[in-house]
């Protein structure tokens, strides 16, 4: 089959011809319909983050496409049934498995990081219950959902009981995952939505998908704007994680507010007693569940959430990634196959 692979980081991508894998008992082989190009990978790609077991390597965890194959013992998927692929696998046996974060698990071995991903033409997910049904949905356009959009779902739960009528959530990074955060408190929460990004196309969409303010961080007053009356945000989200951004997110969060790291940006927060406001929290959020996963499908599937995707083939993906890096990409790009 086709991958397109990681050689040596800091390098393009190449596309190979790589062995179409074998689905094992318990194991589903996917027919990849999309799988999403996201910043981490970046990331990834570039050596900043020196996750890969080894090169070449398959990256690509945000999947989506058909049941081609199952392995001995799986029962109920036919094949061509359209499936969004759960990208967090875990052992499956620790607690933290059990209790349904199986994203958080040490063994590490998501798919597109600890195993190979779905830039190819299949994927070998390893068991079928990181497999959830497809609404009617198109594998490609569904398939940032899994991470772009799952990811903030995530991050939104952790603070959703501070969003109240009155309160103010502010979104920084209206990419990929941004672009679906802000609906995610739009949908789930009476918060009022202050958006802050660098890029003009990124805030003017952040103003069409339901943001009160949407600002600039290099010239606007974004203080002034958040704390109406004095008080801070009820949760910050940080979708670039930058130095800079974190910076501003401890500015902004007000009293028992919450600041909810996402990206990978390498930044630091100084977090102390008499340097934050009163009973405020700092937390990493770390992708999702498969029950959230099925939550954000649901919500996709009533037609309430905005598919800002674009779809491309997998000969593009060095364009693709030269265009995400540079911040030109509005929403999700996914390759295709
Ligand atoms: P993206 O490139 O699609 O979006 C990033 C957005 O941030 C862009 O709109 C860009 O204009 C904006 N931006 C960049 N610098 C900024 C700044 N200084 N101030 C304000 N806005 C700025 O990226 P993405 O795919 O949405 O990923 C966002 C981050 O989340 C990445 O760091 C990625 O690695 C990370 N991520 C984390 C998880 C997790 O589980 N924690 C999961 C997926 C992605
Ligand atoms: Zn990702
Ligand atoms: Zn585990």
């Given at each position: 089959m086709r991958a397109a692979q990681?050689?040596?980081?800091?390098e393009p991508l190449q596309i190979r011809e790589v062995p179409r894998p074998e689905p094992g008992p318990g194991q589903v082989l996917i027919r990849v319909g999309g799988s999403g190009a996201c910043h981490s990978d970046l990331h990834i790609l570039s050596g900043?983050?020196?996750?890969?077991?080894?090169?070449p390597w398959t990256l690509g965890h945000e999947n989506a496409g058909w049941v081609e194959e199952c392995g001995s013992g799986v029962s109920g998927l036919d094949r061509g049934t359209p499936v969004a692929v759960f990208?967090?696998?875990?052992?499956?046996?620790?607690r933290v498995c059990l209790s349904?974060?199986?994203?958080?698990?040490?063994?590490?071995?998501?798919?597109?990081?600890?195993s190979p991903g779905g830039y190819a033409e299949f994927l070998l997910v390893p068991?079928?219950?990181?497999l959830v049904l497809l609404p009617d949905l198109e594998p490609a356009i569904a398939a940032?959902?899994?991470?772009?959009?799952?990811t903030p779902y995530h991050a939104v739960q952790h603070a959703l009981p501070r969003l109240v009528a009155g309160s103010t959530a502010v979104v920084i990074g209206l990419g990929g995952l941004g672009h679906f955060g802000l609906q995610f408190v739009r949908e789930l929460s009476a918060a009022r939505i202050v958006a802050v990004d660098t890029s003009p196309a990124k805030r003017a969409l952040a103003l069409e998908l339901g943001a009160a303010e949407s600002l600039d961080p290099a010239t606007d007053d974004i203080e002034a704007a958040v704390k109406r009356g004095g008080e801070g945000a009820a949760a910050v989200f940080d979708f670039v994680g930058a130095p800079s951004t974190l910076a501003l997110a401890q500015s902004l969060v007000g009293r028992q507010g919450m600041v909810v790291i996402v990206g990978l940006a390498g930044g630091s927060l100084p977090y102390s007693f008499m340097g934050m406001p009163g009973e405020s929290v700092v937390m990493g959020s770390t992708w999702g569940t498969r029950n959230e996963l099925e939550e954000v499908l649901s919500l996709a599937a009533t037609g309430r959430l905005s598919f800002h995707v674009e779809t491309h083939s997998l000969d593009d993906i060095n364009d693709v990634f030269d265009r995400l890096e540079h911040g030109q990409i509005l929403g999700r790009a996914v390759l295709v196959p």
């Open positions: 990681l050689v040596g980081y800091g900043e983050m020196r996750l890969l077991p080894e090169l990208g967090g696998w875990g052992c499956g046996r620790c349904g974060q199986e994203q958080l698990c040490n063994t590490m071995t998501w798919g597109g990081i600890g068991a079928a219950r990181h940032p959902l899994t991470d772009a959009g799952l």
